[in-house]
């Protein structure tokens, strides 16, 4: 499927969007990012998701159209932003996990002061900081911000996503291979014990939260 067009790889399955969207170019708020990490959720098949359990006012955007960011709030400080990916109605999405800026670095580090440049993108939240982005950004189209590399990453690592216990064993995180600006793999905590079965929605909730103060963990 070489030189597909972002149109057609915005809409394939998602599986094989999110290793496609590594090496894209992505410009908001004065600042561009070369996209080096990124995860892969699968809605309703996918207990990781917070599609999983069905479309709600929070998850709307996720349900298509494709080229559209989610964005989300977590653990009352922390936002991820992912785009959304395939046939319209299955909810699913690639949560952008780090990236490199390219340009507008002056930007982006007036944003985050004191900060390396190699983190500055390096993990979802820090990577809506850098380029500004909040629930306000819910729903924007990216198609026209958001621009394929003209050359495929060649080194492509999988393994499992960050943070989960649903589906934890998946290996739906893609990266490219040795780049330093790809975030730290961190696995879910153990689950505090005396705290019974699992609540309705548990399992959705920890796939999307983040560890502050740093780098958010799951995603849709």
């Known amino acids: 499927m070489a030189g597909l067009s972002l149109p057609e790889v915005l809409a394939l399955p998602v599986l094989e969007a999110a290793p496609r969207l590594l090496g894209a170019h992505l410009t908001l708020g004065g600042v561009t990012l070369r996209l080096t990490e990124v995860e892969a959720y699968a809605g309703a098949d996918d207990p990781g998701s917070h599609a999983f359990r069905g479309r709600t006012p929070r998850t709307a955007t996720m349900f298509g159209p494709a080229g559209h960011l989610y964005v989300y709030f977590t653990y009352g400080m922390h936002h991820c932003a992912n785009v959304v990916c395939g046939p319209e ?5 690639v949560l952008l996990r780090a990236g ?10 007036a944003r985050r002061p004191g ?7 390096r993990g979802p939240a820090r990577l809506c900081r850098t380029l500004e982005l909040d629930r306000s950004h819910d729903g924007l189209d990216v198609r026209g911000e958001l621009r394929l590399a003209g050359v495929p990453v060649a080194d492509v690592a999988t393994g499992p996503r960050v943070g989960l216990r649903a589906a934890a064993d998946r ?14 793999y961190v696995a879910a905590r153990p689950r505090p ?3 019974g079965g699992l609540d309705p929605g548990a399992a959705v909730r920890s796939a999307h939260r983040t560890r502050p103060p740093t780098s958010p963990r799951g995603a849709p």
Do not use: C, I
């Not at 109605?89 to 999405?93: H, L």
């Not at 900060?115 to 993108?121: F, G, S």
């Open 89 to 93: 109605g299955e909810a699913a999405a």
């Open 100 to 109: 490199e800026v390219v340009h507008g670095l002056e930007v982006a580090r």
């Open 115 to 121: 900060v390396r440049d190699r983190d500055l993108a």
């Open 171 to 184: 290996p739906w995180r893609f990266w490219a291979a040795h780049d330093p600006t790809v975030s730290r």
């Open 193 to 195: 014990p005396g705290r």
